[in-house]
């Protein structure tokens, strides 16, 4: 396997084979043959997941583990070729799908170890067809152009020969002389192709008449080559219904051409395994027409000897509504697929698992292993706010590479400190680079503040509050489906239901204006929004962010709306109102449910305090974190408990709402000394409540683990706790 591909095992072992080799029939990078797992039809597998899970990256691996050893081509479906027709071609003669076949013939063509080039005859003929649509007399030299690229298909040696360009010439010259009549040209170009196809006697004007005759059995063609040709050209420029049933003609023909390049004793002597064709980003045109085009065949009984591999944003798609699916671990040893009657059933979707611990240790590792000084939990605390996406991690390390010699000791850091991917560029902020390719294609600011938000309710309160008036509801609603088409719907309690990109969205916001003022009125409006009816339960009017404007909020608050709102209030730097939440709620609420909150609270994001006015405390974007100083009890001297508590338990519970705070941060480093602290109050914690203590003993030896391990904190549960 390529030694940058991590995690990814299951698809290209050797030794058992992964399913890439059970597949195709030989091994990753060797001619080797493999005994195929599926000695009839393979599946058509695509992979799925959402951006920076690597599906690109696992599709170039399949390219490059077989190019030269068996035929293979790739296409990016984003790629600039398939999105409008080339100047001067008309729409009518050219779509995604066509230039898709184009590509793809030319990259199978490539001659192997031991075999020489694929010709596609069947292929050349019907784009020829398609092509003459738009062909005119105003415009010979792209008619050459075009026909040129388009006969050569059907070259079995090399390009550069000087028969080569003969006998297109010859062809060209005849199909141009065709067209000196006004009027249509399809079938005066059609007539001369096919006389010209006949007048050779070279294996060149062999295959092209066998590939020509194979348009006899085109529906309604009555066993007529030329009208099939015909007929296929007018389903092509009508468009609809009718173009998608020319293009799969025309794909079952380059299957055809591919089949018989592997047909016959000779053939399968020289070469080995089966060709591959890779579509990436398949849910872009010309994706789809390519995969029913596969898919509908097959389920018709119309075998192929390709091996298809596509990749698709998102887990599902309603064209393989009938797929299996399987997790990447699932298909490691086998795939246990057997094909149902529907079209999709020939389909079988993996989806690409995140990477695990390890990997992001031997990632990290490699990008530093020049540093002297690496954090020892620096790999840990990668995956656990990338949450094992390859990406993030790979990015991340390249920063750690360029930024710890540079004083960058946390996740914070590395991701605002500048970041350069190429020698000859400038750098910028790594989370940007990161948000740009896991966030394109617009309504970036709306999604940055949306990601604060935890439910549709609240988002739709934060669109009204902040976002321009023609974004409203509608706006949501359209964020909110995009998210969970590509693999990222909200999860209880978050809008954004990846974590690490709603780490990064959030990030931006604290950095979208030099004062922050964007970030404090996104957290205030959610404050406002979670709030209830009722006298204000703060001293001095005080509304938590600081700024002393005397804004009410509505409590007293149930306690879901209190956590939320607790939430909010600690992102804005204020932890005094949760520290009093979870004092007074210790001896109410069950243990289970105090844990519960404890954690929701704490897990506000933490951006460093400021000045009144917004500026950074210390003059530069880290700020100054003091929460390990609370945590570890070295600010209670200073600290004075309100009159009419417990000060033992309130000082208890602010250095653990610290603790906890500071250890749940996907964007700093696991602190050891408060990891200790975390255990020692967890530990007294519990022998204030003897109905919880066995909880609370449990913390005190999960969440410290779980803390150093990079792993998010477990509440425990225990269903014979005393309530």
């Not at 005066?188 to 062999?206: D, M, Q, R, Y």
């Not at 898919?295 to 000897?305: P, Q, T, V, Y």
């Not at 020939?346 to 611990?357: E, K, N």
């Not at 309100?642 to 749940?664: F, M, N, S, Y």
Request: charged share 25%.
């Amino acid at each position: 396997m390529h030694a940058g591909l991590h995690g990814r095992g299951a698809l290209f072992d050797t030794d058992p084979p992964g399913l890439v080799p059970r597949l195709v029939g030989v091994r990753p990078h060797q001619h080797l043959s493999v005994r195929p797992e599926h000695t009839g039809q393979a599946p058509f597998v695509v992979f799925t997941g959402g951006r920076g899970i690597g599906r690109s990256a696992v599709l170039g691996e399949i390219r490059d583990a077989y190019r030269g050893h068996t035929p293979v081509a790739l296409i990016d479906c984003e790629d600039g070729q398939f999105a409008a027709p080339p100047p001067e071609r008309p729409a009518e003669a050219w779509s995604p799908v066509a230039q898709a076949l184009t590509t793809v013939a030319e990259q199978l063509a490539e001659p192997v170890t031991g075999a020489g080039r694929i010709s596609f005859p069947r292929l050349a003929a019907g784009l020829l067809a398609v092509a003459a649509g738009g062909w005119s007399d105003r415009d010979l030299e792209r008619i050459r152009q075009e026909a040129r690229r388009i006969l050569l298909l059907n070259e079995s040696g090399s390009w550069l020969t000087g028969f080569a360009g003969r006998w297109v010439g010859k062809i060209v010259a005849k199909m141009i002389a065709s067209m000196s009549q006004t009027g249509p040209v399809v079938e005066p170009i059609i007539e001369a192709t096919l006389e010209a196809f006949s007048e050779g006697v070279s294996p060149t004007h062999t295959r092209l008449r066998k590939g020509a005759t194979w348009y006899r059995d085109y529906p309604n063609a009555g066993g007529n080559p030329k009208l099939g040709l015909i007929l296929l050209s007018g389903h092509f420029r009508a468009g609809g219904d009718s173009r998608g049933h020319a293009e799969r003609y025309l794909v079952r023909a380059l299957l055809a051409d591919v089949g018989d390049a592997c047909a016959g004793p000779l053939q399968r002597s020289k070469r080995i395994g089966r060709p591959v064709v890779i579509v990436d980003n398949a849910r872009t045109a010309p994706g789809p027409g390519l995969m029913e085009a596969v898919l509908r065949d097959r389920a018709d009984g119309i075998a192929d000897r390709v091996v298809l591999f596509a990749s698709l944003r998102g887990h599902t798609h309603p064209a393989l509504r009938n797929a299996a699916h399987r997790p990447l671990p699932g298909v490691a040893r086998h795939t246990d697929w057997t094909p149902g009657t529907s079209p999709s059933s020939h389909a079988l979707l993996v989806s690409l698992t995140p990477l695990s611990p390890d990997d992001a240790l031997h990632i990290v590792g490699a990008a530093c292993r020049a540093a002297d000084d690496v954090p020892p939990l620096l790999a840990q605390a990668t995956h656990r706010l990338t949450g094992g996406n390859p990406l993030g991690i790979t990015l991340l390390a390249e920063s750690a590479r360029q930024n710890l010699p540079r004083g960058a000791r946390s996740l914070g850091r590395l991701l605002t400190a500048d970041l350069a991917l190429h020698e000859d560029g400038d750098g910028r902020p790594a989370y940007r680079e990161l948000l740009d390719r896991l966030v394109p294609g617009g309504r970036l600011d709306e999604l940055t503040v949306l990601a604060a938000a935890h439910d549709r309710d609240s988002a739709l309160a934060l669109a009204q509050a902040q976002l321009p008036d023609d974004f409203g509801a509608y706006g949501v609603l359209d964020l909110e489906e995009r998210l969970a088409r590509e693999g990222r719907a909200g999860v209880p309690g978050q809008f954004v239901g990846d974590p690490f990109l709603r780490a990064l969205l959030l990030l931006r916001l604290h950095h979208r204006d030099p004062d922050h003022a964007r970030w404090r009125a996104t957290h205030r409006a959610l404050i406002d929004h979670y709030a209830e009816p009722g006298p204000d339960p703060r001293p001095d009017g005080d509304d938590g962010d600081g700024d002393g404007d005397g804004r009410r909020t509505r409590g007293p608050d149930g306690p879901e709306r209190a956590r939320y709102r607790l939430h909010h209030e600690l992102a804005l730097g204020k932890p005094d109102f949760a520290v009093a939440y979870l004092r007074d709620t210790f001896h109410v609420l069950d243990t289970r449910g105090w844990l519960s909150a404890l954690c929701f609270i704490a897990s506000a994001p933490y951006y460093h305090p400021h000045h009144p006015d917004g500026r950074d405390l210390d003059g530069h974007s880290g700020g100054h974190d003091d929460r390990a100083f609370v945590a570890l009890g070295r600010t209670d001297a200073a600290h004075h408990p309100p009159d009419g508590v417990d000060p033992v338990l309130h000082l208890r519970v602010r250095r653990l709402l610290h603790a906890v705070w500071q250890l749940t941060d996907p964007l700093v480093l696991p602190d050891p000394g408060v990891t200790e602290r975390l255990r020692f109050e967890l530990e007294q914690l519990s022998n204030a409540r003897p109905a919880g203590n066995a909880l609370l003993w449990r913390a005190s030896r999960d969440w410290p683990a779980d803390a150093l391990a990079g792993r998010p904190f477990r509440v425990p549960d225990d269903d014979g706790e005393v309530r």
